[in-house]
C-alpha cells in the first residue's frame, strides 16, 4: 500500500482548504485551520492515508498526527492544537 498524504492549505479568500495528495479540487473548505486540520484527520483515518501536512500562511509545513481525536481539541487555538500534537 502506497503512502498517501491530505493537506491542509491556506487560501486565497483566507479560509482553509482540505485536498487528497496531487488532486486539483480540494476535498472541503473551512473558517479555520483547526477545522481543516480536524476534518484533514477524519479523512485521513477512514481513507487509510499516512500523514497530514499544514502549510502555513508562512509557507512552512507541518506534520499532524492523524491519531488526534477530533472532540478532544474542540475550542483551542491552531496554536494550542499544534502544541497538542507535538
Same mark, same amino acid.
Given at each position: =500500500? ?5 493537506? @491542509? !492549505? +491556506? ?6 482548504? @482540505?485536498?487528497?495528495? $496531487?488532486?486539483?479540487? +480540494?476535498?472541503?473548505?473551512? !473558517?479555520?485551520? /483547526? #477545522?481543516? =486540520?480536524?476534518?484533514?484527520?477524519? *479523512?485521513?483515518? *477512514? !481513507?487509510?492515508?499516512? *500523514?497530514? *501536512?499544514?502549510? $502555513? ?8 498526527? /492523524? $491519531? @488526534?481525536? +477530533? #472532540?478532544? $481539541? ?13
Amino acid at each position: =500500500m502506497s503512502a498517501s498524504t491530505f493537506h @491542509v !492549505e +491556506p487560501n486565497v479568500n483566507g479560509r482553509w482548504i @482540505v485536498r487528497h495528495e $496531487d488532486e486539483l479540487e +480540494p476535498r472541503s473548505e473551512h !473558517e479555520s485551520a /483547526t #477545522e481543516a =486540520m480536524r476534518v484533514a484527520c477524519e *479523512l485521513a483515518q *477512514l !481513507e487509510g492515508a499516512s *500523514l497530514v *501536512l499544514l502549510h $502555513d500562511r508562512y509557507a512552512r509545513i507541518h506534520h499532524v498526527r /492523524t $491519531d @488526534v481525536r +477530533p #472532540e478532544r $481539541d474542540r475550542g483551542r487555538g491552531v496554536a494550542s492544537q499544534r502544541a497538542a500534537l507535538a
